[in-house]
Every structure is written in structure tokens, then in C-alpha cells.
């Protein structure tokens, strides 16, 4: 069965610190796999995507991710975090037109 | 670009009533999804269509929900009765394409029913 886990319910970091949200999923092929950030009251906006190529993928906002088929993982990276970061961010596996998603990391950043 | 549109934003009702949230997907995406965030069950996935038709409704949880979309700009999801349990946010996304493709959100509907 397909199913998506992000370890972390709650991280914390301070502003300019960097930053690794983790995410591992199970699936039976080749995965899509998704980064969403959702902020308070508003809906998931899509970070970045893995479809195939290259591991390394870049998003918006200096977001980036890598796919690591040996460990089944898809962790969000970034150097350097904002204040503006703040949020909830969901790793999101993909099959059959469907995403599966995990239960969500919420970031809270300190000044 | 207008994104996906969801109405109402907020909705207070009382058990019992009927309850109809309603989607404006973006123009010339041909699937849509409807989905529900609780903090209990997180993000679950209700229903989606493929160019208007329902092809998994397996996540709508009872009968009391029902979601169509008579055309490719519409849908509506319905709760009949609404019950305290159905309180929640709820979330329309569409995308396009074959297969897999990025899913872009509305900003949702918070629905409580007292």
C-alpha cells in the first residue's frame, strides 16, 4: 500500500539556520513525489516535484529536495531559513491520478 | 491568474442542515479533488472527477456526503445532514494533464457545525 510518513510532527529552528524536513514513503513503482507548504488559513502550494532525472530537484522559495530510491526518502532541504518560512509543510507521494499525503511537519522559526 | 475558487470561505450551520460547498477549478484543468483536513485524520482525500466524472469516491467517509460537477468549471460537494464530526476544513484542487500532475488548492472552506 502506498503511504507517505514524516517523522517530525513539530521542528523548531532559528532564522538563518538551515533547515532538513524529513519524509519517506512506500511504494510499490517508480514514485511522483511532492513537497506543499500550507500556511495558516490558506491552501497547499506546491514546493517542488520529482518525477525522474536528475535526484536534486529545486523548488520555489530556495526550497530543494532529494530522492534517495535506497532509503525510500524524499527530505526537503534549505541553507538558510525565514522568518517567513513558518508553516506546515507536507510530503506528498503520487499513483493512479491520487496524491497520498503525510501527516505534516509544522516549522515554527525563532528571531 | 485566478486560481481555484472555493465558496464560502467559512460556514457556521447548526446539525442537521444541509450544507453545500462549491469549486471553481482553474480553467482547462480536467481533474478535480475534494478533500477534508481535520487535525485528528490530517488531509484525506474524498473524492475525485477526471473531465467531470467521479472516478474514486471511496474516501467519502458516508451517504450523508455527495459531490457532482455538472461541468468542467463547477462542482459542488454536499453534506446531508451535517453532523458536529463533519467539522472541519475542506479543500477543492485541480490540476491537469494524464496521470500524475502537481494538484493547485483553493484556500478552503472551514465548515463548523454546532
Known amino acids: 500500500a502506498q503511504s507517505v510518513t514524516q517523522p517530525d510532527i513539530h521542528i523548531t529552528v532559528s532564522e538563518g539556520a538551515s533547515l532538513e524536513l524529513r519524509c519517506n514513503y512506500s511504494?510499490?513503482?517508480?514514485?511522483?513525489l511532492f513537497w506543499y507548504v500550507q500556511s495558516p488559513g490558506q491552501g497547499l502550494q506546491l514546493l517542488l516535484k520529482?518525477?525522474?532525472?536528475?535526484?536534486l530537484v529545486q523548488g520555489i522559495k530556495g526550497f530543494e529536495a532529494e530522492f534517495k530510491r535506497s532509503q525510500s526518502s524524499f527530505n526537503l532541504r534549505k541553507p538558510s531559513v525565514h522568518w517567513s518560512d513558518a508553516a506546515e509543510y507536507f510530503c506528498?507521494?503520487?499513483?493512479?491520478?491520487?496524491?497520498?499525503f503525510g501527516a505534516g511537519t509544522r516549522l515554527a522559526v525563532h528571531p | 491568474d485566478a486560481g481555484v475558487i472555493q465558496s464560502p470561505r467559512h460556514e457556521v450551520t447548526e446539525m442537521g442542515q444541509e450544507v453545500t460547498l462549491r469549486c471553481k477549478p482553474i480553467?482547462?484543468?480536467?481533474?478535480l479533488f475534494w478533500y477534508r483536513q481535520t487535525m485528528m485524520r490530517g488531509l484525506e482525500l474524498l473524492i475525485y472527477?477526471?473531465?467531470?466524472?467521479?472516478?474514486?469516491d471511496s474516501g467519502m467517509p458516508e451517504d450523508r456526503f455527495s459531490a457532482k460537477m455538472p461541468n468542467a468549471s463547477f462542482s459542488t460537494l454536499k453534506i446531508q445532514p451535517s453532523e458536529p464530526r463533519d467539522s472541519a476544513v475542506y479543500f477543492c484542487?485541480?490540476?491537469?494533464?494524464?496521470?500524475?500532475?502537481?494538484?493547485?488548492f483553493g484556500d478552503g472552506t472551514r465548515l463548523s457545525i454546532l
Open positions: 484542487a485541480s490540476s491537469s494533464g494524464q496521470g500524475v500532475q502537481p494538484q493547485h
Open positions: 511504494y510499490g513503482a517508480t514514485p511522483y
Open positions: 520529482y518525477f525522474s532525472g536528475d535526484t
Open positions: 506528498a507521494v503520487g499513483g493512479y491520478n491520487k496524491l497520498i
Open positions: 480553467s482547462g484543468h480536467n481533474s
Open positions: 472527477f477526471n473531465n467531470n466524472v467521479p472516478i474514486d
